[in-house]
């Protein structure tokens, strides 16, 4: 696995080797020893999955606050997205300020998004999975999103927006007064 730094301080790219032959391939897709330094003393408590069937369909943006902030780290399975993280944090030189990668099953990379970040991505191939690895327990009373069009982000989606769930489309536009996410 290698490390790869992004021009957001913290907010990290894992490329992975496969192994491939006639039959396949096999890959590691996390191993906590060569993540350890990433982790510290945090602890994978959670792994979720999505599957997302159309293209152009948009998940997130989305966070917990403090005392239920996550570091998550996020891999394609199946398909295509753009996955997109959105720094939130306090005081940070790069608040506001939003990195994507394209993340596939082909790619095999992995986003790994720290405490402090709203994420979301858009699918890019019908039919797009995803695989999630959180160091905090979901907690709905701490959960948090932005909407994935606000003009404050300008976000550059590759595609129209489309198939927003009731939830993201009804998350409240980010005002001046927003100073972000304590962590």
């Known amino acids: 696995m290698k490390v790869k730094e992004t021009s957001i301080p913290g907010l990290l790219v894992v490329e992975t080797e496969a192994a491939s032959d006639h039959r396949g391939l096999f890959a590691r897709l996390f191993c906590q020893d060569e993540l350890q330094e990433l982790l510290g003393t945090r602890k994978i408590v959670q792994i979720n999955y999505s599957s997302t069937q159309d293209t152009g369909a948009v998940r997130g943006l989305h966070y917990q606050q403090s005392p239920f902030a996550e570091m998550k780290f996020v891999r394609c399975l199946q398909g295509k997205v753009w996955d997109v993280a959105v720094d939130l944090r306090v005081g940070s030189h790069t608040f506001l300020r939003w990195h994507a990668e394209e ?9 790994v998004i720290p405490e402090g970040f709203a994420h979301g991505f858009q699918v890019l191939e019908e ?57």
Do not use: C
């Not at 550059?156 to 996410?181: A, C, Q």
């Open 127 to 183: 039919n797009s999975e995803l695989l999630y690895l959180h160091t905090a327990m979901y907690a709905k009373d701490s959960e948090g999103g932005i909407q994935p069009e606000d003009k404050m982000l300008a976000i550059n989606w590759p595609l129209p927006v489309y198939d927003l769930s009731e939830r993201d489309r009804t998350h409240s536009l980010l005002t001046s007064d927003f100073i972000g996410l304590i962590v």
């Open 103 to 111: 993340l596939s099953r082909n790619n095999m990379r992995m986003m």
